[in-house]
């Protein structure tokens, strides 16, 4: 079974804090997605990585695949309170199947 | 506005009752999939399609069916509900069934408690 541990699993900083999240698995994927979820909300897309050691930026969003592709990490920079959410990650495998992160609940206070 | 709707979006069951949960997709998405999440368990798959006429089983299946008769609908029924079966579970669509480069859809989900 494909295990996808996120940590923190909690996170609670101030407006303007950089933080990162990390995404790991000792399994290799094809691709990682990372998805937002605000409460009472079906998750969302942020992004799709697909080459080892592959980054990409959204606005103050970072992501990074790891060269492996067994982990991935997200970094906001100076975090707002609009970042607020669950971040899950999810990896792809060679099957039909996405399986997802455990999730790391960020709250930015203002 | 296109996307994946889900209904209802709260449900109470009383235990051994039976219901179908409703996901339609206006995307021609090839791919649907259900999933159930549970606090400090994320999301887990129950079902998958890979397409009208083809469904298999995800990582927690029982006490679940699926059918898949037409591209649009991925209905998910709940044979005798139990209160282990109380979470919130979640449609998604993707446009093909390689999951590589295409996202997730997610609908906004239902809301079940079974007392």
């Known amino acids: 079974t494909q295990l996808l541990e996120q940590s923190p699993q909690f996170l609670s900083i101030q407006e303007g804090e950089n933080l990162t999240v990390y995404c790991n698995s000792s399994?290799?994927?094809?691709?990682l997605q990372w998805y937002r979820q605000e409460p009472g909300e079906g998750p969302v897309l942020l992004v799709t990585?697909?080459?080892?050691?592959e980054v990409k930026k959204l606005k103050r969003l970072t992501f990074q695949f790891g060269d492996a592709r067994k982990d991935s990490s997200l970094h906001i920079t100076a975090a707002q309170p609009g970042d607020t959410g669950l971040y899950l990650c999810?990896?792809?495998?060679?099957?039909?199947?996405?399986?997802f992160g455990t999730g790391t609940r960020l709250q930015v206070f203002p | 506005n296109a996307g994946v709707t889900q209904t209802p979006k709260f449900q109470v069951l009383k235990t051994g009752q039976s219901m179908t949960l409703q996901c339609a997709q206006d995307?021609?998405?090839?791919?649907m999939s259900w999933y159930r999440q549970d606090p400090g368990m994320g999301l887990r798959l129950i079902h998958y399609s890979v397409g009208a006429g083809i469904t298999d089983q995800g990582e927690v299946p029982n006490g679940y069916n699926v059918s898949r008769s037409t591209t649009e609908d991925f209905p998910l029924r709940l044979l005798s509900a139990a209160p282990s079966q109380t979470s919130v579970y979640f449609c998604?669509?993707?446009?093909?069934?390689?999951?590589?480069?295409?996202?997730?859809?997610f609908g906004s989900g239902t809301r079940l408690t079974v007392v």
């Open positions: 399994s290799v994927f094809s691709s």
């Open positions: 999810a990896g792809a495998s060679n099957t039909d199947k996405l399986i």
């Open positions: 990585v697909v080459t080892g050691g």
């Open positions: 995307m021609n998405h090839e791919y």
């Open positions: 998604a669509s993707s446009l093909f069934a390689g999951t590589a480069i295409y996202g997730y859809t």
